[in-house]
């Protein structure tokens, strides 16, 4: 999710939520994020709760990169990626 602040700038929302539960893992605010921030915000719930069987997330910048998709490689996590749709906006990853 993003908005924008009164000088211009974009804020921007990570969001992780385990859509079984329904519960939201992570909340991030920053200006922009990096693809090895969404890895380390990833890696921090996966030490935590454990790996999920699957992620599914928009096809953001921060998503497609090649540090990022190497980062679910090993071990292999199958991942979604969905067009964004307003049930996706809030949330840039769904643990499944």
């Given amino acids: 999710m993003r908005d924008g602040l009164a000088d211009g700038r974009t804020v921007r929302v990570l969001g ?3 859509t079984f539960t329904r519960e939201c893992l992570a909340l991030e605010v920053d200006t922009s994020f990096a693809s090895p921030r969404v890895t380390r915000v990833l890696d921090a719930i996966i030490a935590e709760r454990g790996r999920p069987r699957r992620l599914r997330m928009d096809n953001g910048s921060e998503l497609t990169s090649r540090h990022f ?3 679910g490689d090993v071990p292999p996590l199958p991942s979604n990626i969905v067009a964004e749709t307003d ?3 809030f949330c840039r990853f769904a643990f499944i």
């Fill in 16 to 18: 992780v939520v385990d």
């Fill in 69 to 71: 998709l190497s980062w």
């Fill in 87 to 89: 049930s996706v906006r």
